[in-house]
């Protein structure tokens, strides 16, 4: 069996605004890659049919798409956090050694903070891994748990409820342009533009 090409697998998913953020090694054998929006994300999936058509689950069907195609050229199969059977990406983001639960209960990454989200996975049949990561709560002051203005999220857990009737309530609310102010309170965050922050928190609450 030959060795999974990790040099081509990095170019092909950065063509796409896409990074390899951990892999896990399931039982029956192979190799999950994880994959995360990464620089130039945005400005590639909104110049996308997807984004422009105006039908439902732009972003999904968009990652259904790119990720099909990638996993096509690499010899892997697609895994997709969504749709009618979503793979467990939660559990597997903690066991891939770049997430883990975050004080708010949210995941948190090692390099993308309170804003980790995973676009899809790619399964080879080869075993391989990538470099793991420090939790990055360790040293941190913690900021997230005092965050939210109403107290929907916190260390004690999520009032979706609470939180929804807050930016459903105060339309010109930061977290709704800014997004979320819990995840831009994690000091390795990376930051989303406006345009991305606000496509999420509609997206939230529709």
């Known amino acids: ?18 990074a390899a ?51 096509a050229q690499l010899g892997a199969h697609p895994l997709f956090p969504f749709g009618d059977e979503p793979a467990p990406f939660f559990r597997w983001a903690q066991e891939s050694g770049r997430a883990w639960q975050s004080p708010v209960q949210l995941l948190v990454g090692s390099d993308m903070g309170l ?42 857990g999520y009032d979706v409820a609470a939180c929804k009737a807050y930016l459903a309530s105060t339309l010109d609310a930061p977290c709704l342009e800014h997004g979320c102010a819990v995840r831009r309170s994690c000091p390795v965050s990376r930051l989303q533009t406006p345009a991305h922050a606000q496509f999420h928190m509609e997206a939230f609450l529709r």
């Open 1 to 18: 069996m030959s060795p999974v090409d990790q040099s081509a697998l990095h170019d092909n998913l950065a063509e796409h605004g896409l």
């Open 21 to 71: 953020n951990g892999t896990v090694s399931p039982d029956d054998g192979g190799t999950i890659v994880l994959l995360s929006p990464s620089a130039g994300f945005w400005d590639i999936f909104t110049a996308s049919l997807e984004y422009g058509d105006g039908a439902a689950d732009p972003m999904d069907r968009w990652s259904a798409r790119i990720v099909s195609a990638i996993a």
């Open 115 to 156: 804003n980790v989200s995973y676009r899809g996975g790619l399964r080879f049949k080869e075993r391989f891994s990538l470099v793991e990561e420090t939790r990055p709560c360790e040293t941190c002051a913690q900021l997230c748990t005092s965050a939210c203005p109403v107290s929907a999220l916190t260390a004690d």
